[in-house]
């Protein structure tokens, strides 16, 4: 981290946790190893990794995972040990496959039914679970940093998507589901002091089905609506070097 004292290459742990925007799905180069849980080499905890030889990567992150998969399954790769912590988590919790899914195959209105719902959900009781998750890693690694990173908004305004193009209304639903997630992950991470990193900036502008897109669109159903190899580059990643490079 910045104005640190120099550390030998491994001598510091990192501990990426969260889901499927964690593990890096949409960048490819897969870690076979992982299996389902699609952990990519090109994510942003490998990325970050990758030109921070100080520190010693410790990758659980999972695809799918939600809020009970990553206290369950991932906060035991955490300890007194542990220096640096990411997590991105919440948009499972928040039924984001099935909102998308709702948006794709209804009506405008079912869409804004939807969205409304869940985002409600997003900016109300899921702060209250995330900041329950961030004092549970806390407690199992009081001596590191925590970094929370949130979701971008998925689809831009303008332009064509292929195989189900989406309404401008549509897309304003979506996006608006969007924010609330990351004003949720925003006010849990204030409310159990954490760091929270907003890549909304980032994404401005790149949002799938425009002109410059880092989000991946429906061309590619395993990835779809979450970031390319770019926006784990130019979005997450340089967030991530930006906070703490």
């Known amino acids: 981290m910045s104005g640190a004292p120099a550390h030998a290459a491994g001598e510091l742990e990192y501990v990426a946790l969260g889901d499927s925007y964690a593990s890096g799905v949409g960048a490819g180069h897969y870690d076979s190893a992982s299996g389902a849980c699609k952990r990519s080499e090109l ?46 988590v919440g948009g499972n919790d928040a039924q984001f496959s099935s909102v998308v899914q709702a948006c794709l195959t209804n009506t405008d209105a079912y869409c804004k039914t939807a969205t409304d719902w869940m985002s409600y959900y997003a900016e109300n009781q899921l702060v209250d679970e995330l900041a329950a998750l ?23 305004t303008s332009g064509v998507c292929p195989v189900i193009d989406l309404s401008a209304a549509k897309r304003t639903y979506m996006n608006g589901f969007a924010d609330a997630l990351a004003e949720g992950t925003k006010a849990a991470a204030a409310k159990e002091p954490v760091h929270f990193l907003d890549v909304r900036p980032e994404f401005k502008n790149h949002g799938a089905c425009g002109s410059d897109p880092w989000i991946n669109d429906l061309s590619d159903p395993a990835s779809v609506f979450h970031p390319t190899l770019a926006g784990y580059i130019a979005g997450y990643y340089a967030k991530l070097e930006a906070t703490w490079g």
């Open 43 to 88: 994510g942003y905890p490998a990325l970050w990794a990758g030109v921070h030889d100080e520190y010693a990567l410790k990758d659980v992150s999972c695809s799918g995972a939600t809020i009970a998969d990553v206290r369950a399954d991932q906060l035991s790769a955490l300890s007194t040990g542990t220096d640096f912590v990411t997590l991105t």
């Open 134 to 156: 961030y004092k549970d890693i806390k407690a199992k690694a009081p001596n590191a940093t925590v970094s929370v990173l949130g979701y971008p908004q998925a689809i831009s």
